[in-house]
């Protein structure tokens, strides 16, 4: 038997545009990317089995082949016929500590754990870019969950660049523990109200995603002027979410209220809303405030920082 433990980070999206249709379904993005210390452990145990059988601690999540994680180790029994006849399946334990439907990434955080962890315990030596290669099948988050760090993504948001890090921010999260939002219906959503803006001509295409290339969000990643990082917050996907459920709405603002927060904006999808800070105990600070003012037992809170990493091996 042979084991291995590995950290997951979850996501924020410092950016995220919708510049037009991508076909099939997809959007076209444009998006910053930025890991946390806000982590699911994922262990995976060859057991002489000839499957995959997935544990997990946290309740939403699903234990059958629908889970990001097996599809992710399906796909590489798949890939990999040789290897998996070998060694055989595995036992794949989740330990949830990134909330679920949150915008967060914590399904494509797990999936892309499961590629990495195979590729040690199978012993393939793949590269990284030939993992989010094969990552991006399963979902446009997984090759940044992979890799992490600080990254723009375009297309689907699966064509990264490295950033410089970003390693002098604090992050606060809040999310109402009882709502989730389903990133399908976000998307959707937009293309009803606001489809009608979308880059549909080439040129104008290639216009929009030059605009983040050479932007004043990238610039400000360049400088780590955390400041104009955090005036620069950008999220689309919070001209429908927000109006959708006013809780966040309301959240955000309260954020945006206290005194220690550089910047504040919601992640991905939603309905997870973060504010940035500059040091820790402002972050701590920021989260009792909140917590106090609005008083309510549904709203979790989790304090992070911004990681230059994507997936490692746990200590
Ligand atoms: P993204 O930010 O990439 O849109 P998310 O953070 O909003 O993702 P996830 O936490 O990945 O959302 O969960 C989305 C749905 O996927 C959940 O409703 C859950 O049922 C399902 N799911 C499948 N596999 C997993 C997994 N390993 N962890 C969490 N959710 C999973």
Redesign the pocket.
């Known amino acids: 038997m042979r084991s291995i433990s590995l950290l997951a980070p979850a996501k924020i999206n410092l950016y995220l545009e919708i510049i037009g249709d991508a076909g099939g379904g997809y959007h076209e993005l444009a998006m910053v990317f930025q890991s946390i210390d806000l982590a699911d452990r994922v262990d995976l145990r060859t057991i002489g089995i000839d499957d995959f059988r997935i544990r997990?601690d946290a309740q939403?999540?699903?234990l059958d082949n629908?889970?990001?994680?097996y599809k992710a180790a399906a796909l590489m029994a798949k890939q990999f016929p040789n290897a998996f006849a070998q060694y055989g399946g595995a036992e794949i334990t989740?330990e949830?500590q990134?909330?679920?439907?949150?915008?967060?990434?914590?399904?494509?955080a797990?999936?892309a754990a499961v590629l990495v962890g195979l590729d040690m315990l199978w012993q393939l030596g793949q590269t990284v870019p030939e993992l989010q290669q094969l990552g991006a099948t399963l979902?446009a988050?997984v090759p940044f969950c992979i890799s992490g760090g600080t990254a723009l993504g375009t297309g689907r948001g699966d064509q990264l660049e490295p950033l410089p890090d970003v390693d002098n921010l604090y992050v606060v999260l809040a999310k109402y523990r009882n709502l989730?939002?389903s990133?399908a219906w976000a998307y959707q959503t937009y293309r009803q109200q606001f489809g009608s803006t979308y880059a549909a001509a080439p040129e104008q295409l290639r216009q929009r995603r030059q605009r983040l290339h050479s932007g004043p969000m990238v610039g400000a990643i360049a400088r780590k002027d955390s400041h104009k990082i955090a005036q620069l917050l950008h999220n689309d996907l919070e001209k429908v979410v927000l109006p959708a459920h006013p809780p966040v709405a309301r959240l955000r603002a309260a954020f945006a209220a206290e005194k220690g927060v550089l910047g504040t904006m919601m992640s991905?999808?939603g309905p997870t809303v973060f504010a940035l800070t500059s040091d820790l105990s402002s972050a701590e600070a920021v989260r009792q405030q909140v917590q106090t003012t609005l008083n309510d037992p549904d709203l979790g809170f989790w304090v992070a920082k911004c990681l230059p990493n994507g997936i490692q091996l746990s200590r």
């Open positions: 997990c939403e999540v699903p629908t889970n990001l994680a989740i949830k990134i909330p679920v439907a949150a915008g967060l990434a914590g399904g494509s797990n999936a979902g988050d989730q939002v990133t991905g999808s």
